[in-house]
């Protein structure tokens, strides 16, 4: 069977994965890391309308910690990324969904100690700029980010 582009034509009962062409599993796996974020945006403005903006902040901390050390060791375990270097770092920035998927960016290893991530574009940032919002950006491209990495 020859590669899909998409599955815009008729419908196959033994439709796989598989079946798709790189291009569109690759617009597959943005899509789903885009949908990944909403659900925490989603989720988020949920809890500040029930418990306040405060709790919430605090919750969501908490939660992508633990969610950020489940992303690396699965997309790490999936590709078999292996070490604890700045390069296994890098390689883990570079797939996983909540920084591949969504940001922007470059990444320069510099040695086996240091290495450069430059974010070109953040929508989350965009957002908060948009909003006025130094509060945001403060907590998460200041504190949050830091202490996934």
């Known amino acids: ?3 899909l582009n998409d599955y815009s034509g008729p419908f196959k009962a033994d439709f796989k994965p598989q079946y798709l062409s790189k291009d ?7 899509a789903a890391s885009f949908m990944y974020l909403k659900m925490d945006q989603i ?13 919430a902040w605090e919750l969501s901390h ?12 699965r997309c790490a375990e999936a590709l078999n990324i292996r070490g604890t270097d700045v390069a296994a770092c890098m390689k883990l920035f570079q ?14 290893l510099i040695n086996n100690n240091h290495g450069i991530v430059t974010v070109n574009r953040c929508p989350a940032l965009d957002v908060f700029e ?12 200041q504190k949050l980010e830091l202490d996934f990495m």
């Not at 569109?24 to 943005?30: F, G, S």
């Not at 908490?62 to 060791?73: F, G, T, Y």
């Open 130 to 141: 948009k909003q006025n919002s130094e509060e945001r950006i403060k907590l998460v491209c």
């Open 1 to 3: 069977m020859a590669e």
């Open 62 to 73: 908490k939660a992508w910690s633990k969610a950020a050390v489940a992303e690396s060791k």
């Open 95 to 108: 797939v996983a969904p909540a920084w591949a998927g969504y940001l922007d960016f470059d990444c320069e």
């Open 24 to 30: 569109a599993l690759t617009r597959m796996w943005e």
């Open 43 to 55: 989720w988020f403005q949920q809890m500040v309308e029930r418990f306040g903006e405060e709790f």
